[in-house]
């Protein structure tokens, strides 16, 4: 009895369908390359684009899996949290599917399934476990930056957030003002490898401070001072890479200290996750790996093409939901651009810091 999953969250058409134990029949999708002539995500643009692409994807994913559209016995899309005409296009497209079937249709919150990612399936994952509850997952992506106590499907306590920048957006800043292109994070990482990290003082916001919050506005705030004295001329490629590099060793400092500080405060946790589009930074990663060995706990990344935004989790997020006994559904609820995690979930031994 396969299920169909549907992602239009952000700008990343993607269509999955799993069988009942999550294992992956059929995948694909579709980048939005326009706005990387845009220089970012334009949510009009991006909601035109997810309707156009749709029919032709669901079709493309079934025909992977080697299924008809009868075989499909639900239908999921994300409903939350992200860019409203996505989610509409997206969401609508899945209920229409499952009402000309006569079949369930489930909304799925975006972020649940970006931190459920480390439990896929074995046959998804590169690790031979999966971790157990309770885990601590950091979610770093263009559009999140939140620390999140996994207790179970369904009960995640959040730590702390950005109280600004992403850590996506972060790196985008920056790299477009290194003359870089977008999205910038792949770009900035390279060119830090030939850079000296420790070329430029950088501050390192909210460090050594309890909680978990983030912040990055500080940091794009002092590495733009450092370019004035450039103005229009084109910055010489080392001073580029030196404050690429330099960037790049606040952020993960940062990202050091508050995962820290988020490990002394919950008890103990069987791993430390990390998922998002920036976890694909070597330089996180090696940092982030350190702690876990420090804390003696897995470190779990998963494969990047699970890390961003895909359908995948989503079909997983669902099945994780059903396999908890929750009944798919109401087909007239209306997706939501904010959804806090803490509703439609069990009620969390700590209601004032849940999400
Ligand atoms: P959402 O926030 O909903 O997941 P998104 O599409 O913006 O949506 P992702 O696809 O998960 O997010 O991540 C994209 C972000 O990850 C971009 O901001 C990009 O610059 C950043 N990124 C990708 N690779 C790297 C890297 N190697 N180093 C740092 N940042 C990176
Ligand atoms: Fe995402």
Redesign the pocket.
Known sequence: TPLLAIET????TACAILDSHGTLLGESVLSQEDHAALGG?VPEIAARAHLKALPSLVDLTLERAGLALSDIALFAATTG??LIGGLIVGSSYAKGLAMARGKPFMGIN?IEA?ILTPRLPASLRPEETAPNFPYLAL??????CQCILVEGVGQYRRLGGTIDD????A??KV?KMLGLG?????????LAKEGNPRAYTLPRPLKGRPGCDFSFSGLKTAVSRYLEPFGREALPRHIAADLAASF?QA?ADVMTDRVKQALATVPPVTALVV??????????RQRLENIAQEHHIAFLAPPLRF???NAAMIGWATLERLYQGEQPGDIALAPRPRWPLSERCAPSAHPSASI
């Open positions: 969250s952000c700008d990343d995500v949290p992200g975006h970006h979610l770093v992506s263009g559009g999140h992403s850590a996506g957006e790196f985008d790299a977008w999205p910038g994070g792949p770009a900035l990482e390279a790049q952020v998922a998002g589009g920036v976890a694909a930074n070597q330089t996180l890390c961003t935004d």
